[in-house]
């Protein structure tokens, strides 16, 4: 139904989903419990003891004084730049952008210090600057920042954005690092505190094994409990050395009584002999009774043959710290953590006596995704962990200098900083990820979006995981089912789908107060009928009626409440596990939800008025939820669930409906029209593809300056619209241009994909495209007083170019826009101070200055199209040169159509050389009939055929997946038209002038420009730069480089036995030398031309006996790396025979 | 060879010609398209730095778009061509060095707000050079922005450039005939009837004739091509059988408007006869040697 799809988009953008959890991260005045103040109220700083949210100083150096501080409110400031003379303004994303500069706030915190109980005025204190995401709460971007009305229209908010130099469609959700823009990616990781069970083949035999991902405050800890070939129940702990029997453990966590231990563990009679026979090994074997022995025989395991003091210490930290993080890390939890492991040995033993099926991994019910909130969160709490930890470091160093306390003086703000940037900057999170953030992709539009609804799997990439990789059933709706990167990351890199909310979460220990409210009890004995009621993974009662207690929280959910009716959320998901009988209610966050349509008696709630009100805006999509028209379904729940896809398919006893079936695709595979009737590979093909194109990437282009930038100068609508295209501001920057293309051979110039184009339709502007890279120079100051100079470079300065080299530079050494400029032109002249470590002849004459001019890339031309100078924060001066070039399509550049049809160009013909109708259309395009059969890309065709109906009809046609117009209707059209319905026509011979034999089908398509173009590309070496170490050619184009000629290329030569051409190949072409060697047989050495222009060995003073020997650079460079290892290689001469 | 103009406007002709091979219409099209030649802006001139005006505001000249998209809209403006006026630049008697037989030099001076049209392309000298088409968009100013252009046409051909090219579309086809197989059995002759043009067939007393086959020459007639004229007897034949004349086309060509449709079909037909005399000449001296 698309009223709703589009009531969805009118009130989320659509990359909402990392806006709103930065949004829930940031402390703003409608966030009072912002997920960095909950940082700051539960930091614990040193002992275990501690309270949290107060820092204890030891002070055991002053007498019996106590001070604490103790952390209060943390505020964040809208961004702002602090520039090198101290001077403070706001500061725009594109200003930070333009400057080089890191968009971020200041963070300020309260602190109170407490002096012997006594409280001192609280005091606010900056403690580091946050980068913020570009339209997020504390954005200066933000509607609410831009202007109080609250009812701003898009249009004047829009308006507003422009004055700030912004295009009005750019999503946000990103940061701006150095002035590069970073995208948080998000991350999808198996879900945390939960039991999974699975088999696990060791030595052929399969093992029953339960895993639980322990978290809590990012600490990650995996614990597993294994049944053992012997029936032995083993624990694996992390931190912790070997396995340990689990009724040990259990007991060294203070459960001392056998009965106890079996009764934590049993559920089922036959669990007894299991259990029993585990007791008993533990009493008679390992003679551990009670929880000194238990404890004891820890201590002997973890920390063998240290001291009894130490030991303890270590095995307290690993019972406490390392194992069940998640269930606390104190002392009084210990039990709690005794009785989690019980039931965690019971699902063991459930599934070993096949009571229950393994885990499935891969079920997306099983997964949590880490949103740029969760990421930031981590990454703050390191940092600011880090930064207490300083200050505290600080303020004990001027207790005892007896000097005034105060916390604005000792807080190193940069410690938190530095972290959060440098984190940002490199991609480097804590936990040891990298590639969390990278640089977002500005090749078009369709890049940014779908690039900042990117999610990666953990998963190394070098392994199969091959049902990882796999589509699993229960990302339907959730994850684009053809979105995923082609090659190594396939199926571990994915998209969202279109709509779809990862839940933020809702307090799971108010939920269990109203649970408990509806009837669950708590457990009295293990052994019972009755269905278990887990809440987030955690066992917390029984309840008599499950299928009821499922009623009726999805009835009260449904109403829009569920804890207490002042507190609206629909934050929670339940369902009710017939096979282990037990009702599990999620209400955690990370969770990726649907929605669906409630069905009630074969009827969905949404009226037609309703309906109408949606298009007039007068409700929204909220609104729906709120009344439990549609919900929030997570992959757990949808287990429970029978789904009509849509009204026609409704059949008695379903449960809910889809909202729209297109929306199981994502954004970019949305954008393919009729991918139903394609094969699967060619949309995957077509969406990544997609990401390739060349368009209108965004407004602004005339002011960013991105190191590199496309722009196709026509961008057009697709004939053939879809529904995501709307939500995707598609055709307000368009991708592609729509093409004339006939299906036929053309003298074989077409083969193997390649394209054919008309080359009248190429200089009347199809396929134009401008390439822009923007050069950046910044006048660097060095320790000593020197720094860079940006001039003209004098002819006495070390390497300066000819004088012409210079001439296009203004007096400031700088370019002026508008200059034509090829490869190597100097832009900016520049010179540095001499470098440390140069030789230098004498110290009478001062020493040189270098120079460091910037250059255009070698082969790389094009206009000066502007010139920035500015200041850098640390007060240098900066200048940025943007160069743009026209790209025209030529021969070996890349296109592609939507489905996945890719090739480059073959052949440009004249336009009296295309084939003709009796008209004298000819076609832009002529692509190869053998690309459609075998890769079925039915809907190319299609497409072909919409877009000529289209075109005649002056209207866009709808090709949206599984509801756009049908085939049967378009050809209708195209008869109707006066076309033949196939979309053949009769065709000319541009050369002989005869009818063509055959009718020719012929069409109007969307094509894609991709940005792999010849130009960017192309490259040749005669003559050219060698590495300084090895003497040997460059590698790479960008570095003017060779192409190996590497040991198969050798091997061959060998095969043909052309001795010459491996001597010219492997040294003259490369890194042959002269060496001189002497020729004294005891010594042997390298000698070398001294001062005075002797030939002379260095070793042994031979002066007449030396001759020249030509070799590789790399065999002498061997020859002194093995001197530098104490062997001396020597190279004894002979006569040639 | 015998043509007849169906239809003559300035940017449209349709003629039939007959009694003529394929290569020869076919020569004549490759004619149209590549050999007539047409003024277009080959260079363009952007003042830098800022504008002033009259009244001493200053402007910079500057616009959305790049110098080198500006120049390309502005030659695909069609310039009107008397090609009785004008020789190409290399062939001049100015030798090269432009002169009003070889090139036109047009003026744009336009100050944001607003939009720049081709309109505003002021020709120096003859006021006839004006561009006819004169609102075609070409950029649009915003505040403080200016463009201050000298544009040089100069005549060439579509060849070697698409904005030399007058005759934009150009095409033939064979022409058609019909025969009508009255012993073929089909189901419903009205129809059959119907689905070609009015006139063209005529049913009387259940036989098809072909009436006047004049209304299927603006349209290749196997778009009529349709499964009713299909026998119903199964006999493969078809009640319509839809043919072609061989030595006989229908001719179509555009023209963007620069040159008239009737000067660029003389000048491509005499250009053509001055090129066969040529070869003629050239065949003859290589007899002679």
Known sequence: MKEVVEAFFSSRNIINHQMASFNDFLPTHDNPKSRMQRI?????????DNERGIIRLDVDKLDEDSIDIKLGRITVGTPIVKEANGATHELTPMEARLRDL?????IFLEFTIIENGIDRE????????????????????????LSQDRNLTDDQYGRKLQDMREDPLDPGGYFIINGTERSLISLEDLSPNRVLVEWEEKYGTPMAVAKVFSQREGFRALTAVEHKKDGMLMVSVPAA????????????????????????????????????????ECAVTHNVNTIEDALNYLEKKFATGQAKEFREKKVESIIDKSLLPHLGDHRDQRIKKSIYLGRIARSVLELKLKQRDPDDKDHYANKRISLAGDLCE????????????????????????????????SIRPDVLSQRIIHALATGNWVGGRDGVSQLLDRTCNMSTISHLRRITSPLTRSQPHFEARDLH????????PNETPEGQNCGLVKNLALIVDISEGYDDRKLESTLFDMGVRRIEKELTDEARVYLNGNLIGIHHDPEGLVDSVRKRRRQGFLAMPQEKSNEINVRYNTQVNSVIINSDDGRVRRPLFVLEKGQHKLTDRMKQSLVDGKITWEDLVQQGIIEWIDAEEEEDLWIAVDENGIESGMTHMEIDPMVILGTCSGLVCYPHHNSSPRITMGSGMAKQSLGLGSSNFRIRCDTRGHLLH??????????????????????????????MSYQGYNMEDALIFNKASIERGLGRSTFIRTYSVEERRYPGGQEDRIEIPDPEVMGARTEEAYTNLDEDGIISPEFDVNGKDVLIGRTSPPRFLEEHTDFLTPRRRRETSLTVRPRELGYVDSVMITESENGLRLVKVTVRSEKIPEIGDKFASRHGQKGVIGHIANPEDMPFNELGIPPDLVTNPHAIPSRMTVAHVLEMIGGKAGSMNGRFIDGTAFSGEKEEKLRAELHDLGFKHTGKETMYDPFTGKKLRVDVFKGVIYYQKLHHMVSGKMHVRSRGPVQILTRQPTEGRSRQGGLRFGEMERDCLIAHGVSMVIKDRLLDESDGTIEYVCGNPLCGNVAMLDKRGVLRCPVCGETGNIHPVQTSYAFKLLMDELKSMCVAMRLNLEDLR | MKLVVRELTDTRCSFIVDNVRPDVVNTLRRELIAHVPKMAIDEVEFHMGPIRDEEGNEYDSNSALFDEMIAHRLSMIPIPTDLEQFTFKDQCECEGSGCPHCTIIYVMNKKGPCTVYSGDLQPLGDMNLKIKQELIPIVKLKEKQALLIYATAILGKGRSHAKWQPVTIC?????????VNNDAKADDLEAIVKSFPEGVLKLDKNKITVKDIKPLETKDPMYYDTPILDSVDGSGKKVIEIGYEDEKFVFNFETDGAVPAKNALIYALNHLSDKFEALRDDISGLDKA
């Open chain 1, 102 to 106: 890191t968009y971020s706030s200041p």
């Open chain 1, 241 to 280: 050395p070997t396995q340990i029997p689990l009724v040990i453990l259990m007991k060294a966590l203070g459960m001392d009584a056998d009965e106890d231990i079996a009764k934590a563990i049993v559920s089922d009679e036959r669990m007894n002999n299991v259990v029993f026979a585990n007791l008993e």
């Open chain 1, 378 to 409: 981590d990454l703050f709490r390191v940092a600011f962990t880090s930064l207490m930890k300083d200050l505290k470091y600080q303020l004990e160093r001027t207790i005892t200098r007896k000097r005034k306390l105060r916390v604005a003086s």
């Open chain 1, 40 to 48: 700051i109220d539960s930091i614990r700083i040193g002992e275990v």
């Open chain 2, 171 to 179: 095409g033939y086809m064979n022409y058609p005939k019909l025969k």
């Open chain 1, 714 to 743: 026509y961008p057009q609508k697709p004939m053939l619209q879809t529904k995501t295209m709307d939500f995707v501001n598609f055709n307000k920057r368009p991708g592609g241009q729509n093409f004339v293309v006939a299906v």
């Open chain 1, 473 to 480: 059933p229960t990302q339907w709706g959730r994850l684009c």
């Open chain 1, 122 to 145: 609280p005091e606010k204190v900056k403690i580091g600057d946050l980068p913020i995401m570009i339209k997020s709460k504390r954005c200066n971007l933000h509607r609410e920042m």
